[in-house]
């Protein structure tokens, strides 16, 4: 555990010379951190140490053995939905109580703590979480819901010609959260007026959808529109 100077195994040091050896204080492996608690040591080494350096002059063979304790475990912290937790992520001492708090994003509200809730006291927008081992916590919040009309889209027209436009009509119809997307073509020739939008619980926008056929060969030809907004609870669309 950890990266002992000298390294770890046999390393040739001269003789009568001031050795120092030091390893890390805190290591983390996986969910679990540990901390060096001292040493135990042989020959020039003091038999016994409760920190994570030592100094001594080398006169004989000699030999540390760094010891560890568990001294923190990860507290993972995660939000679905409009809104995020407090504290972020990290370590947190073995046997301590760390609270969290959800925070909702403006337009939305706060639902339910899930996860590794065992043991945890919850009072609304807080949770309690006593750190007894390694822990995953979720905050969820209502979100926004991308909808949108007609499904599909077909235009027709002469090489050069005008093609009429069409509307795509979308809507946030969930009623729990402000709806931020934008609007991105797969392929040069389609496009929108607007690539981007925002739109309240309940309320609908259009948007124009172009075509534009310079440089397409008479063919028939497929493109995507695809709306995102990363905290909607179906995006992409």
């Not at 050795?19 to 016994?48: I, N």
């Not at 010891?67 to 475990?73: E, K, T």
């Not at 235009?155 to 009429?164: E, H, K, L, R």
Request: glycine content about 14%.
């Amino acid at each position: 555990t950890g990266t002992p100077v000298p390294g770890a195994g046999t390393n040739w040091v001269n003789k009568d010379a001031v050795q120092v050896c030091t390893v890390d204080e805190k290591v983390g492996l996986g969910t679990t951190q540990f901390m060096c608690v001292g040493w135990s040591g042989g020959g020039s080494v003091p038999a016994t140490g409760t920190s994570n350096s030592v100094s001594f002059v080398m006169t004989a063979e000699s030999a540390i053995t760094w010891l560890w304790g568990v001294s923190g475990y990860w507290l993972d912290c995660s939000s679905l939905g409009g809104g995020s937790i407090t504290p972020a992520s990290g370590w947190h001492a073995v046997g301590s109580n760390v609270t969290l708090t959800a925070v909702a994003d403006p337009d939305n509200s706060f639902i339910e703590w899930s996860g590794e809730t065992n043991g945890c006291v919850i009072n609304g927008t807080q949770i309690t979480v006593p750190m007894t081992g390694p822990r995953q916590i979720t905050g969820r919040f209502t979100s926004p819901c991308i909808t949108f009309v007609p499904a599909s889209l077909s235009f027709s027209g002469d090489m050069y010609g005008t093609i009429a436009p069409q509307l795509l009509t979308v809507t946030n119809i969930t009623g729990h959260g402000t709806l931020n997307y934008s609007i991105s073509s797969d392929v040069f020739w389609l496009s929108t007026d607007n690539g981007s939008g925002q739109l309240l619980p309940g309320s609908a926008t259009s948007h124009v959808v172009r075509v534009a056929t310079r440089g397409l060969a008479p063919h028939r030809h497929r493109g995507r529109l695809t709306i995102t907004d990363p905290a909607a609870t179906n995006s992409p669309q």
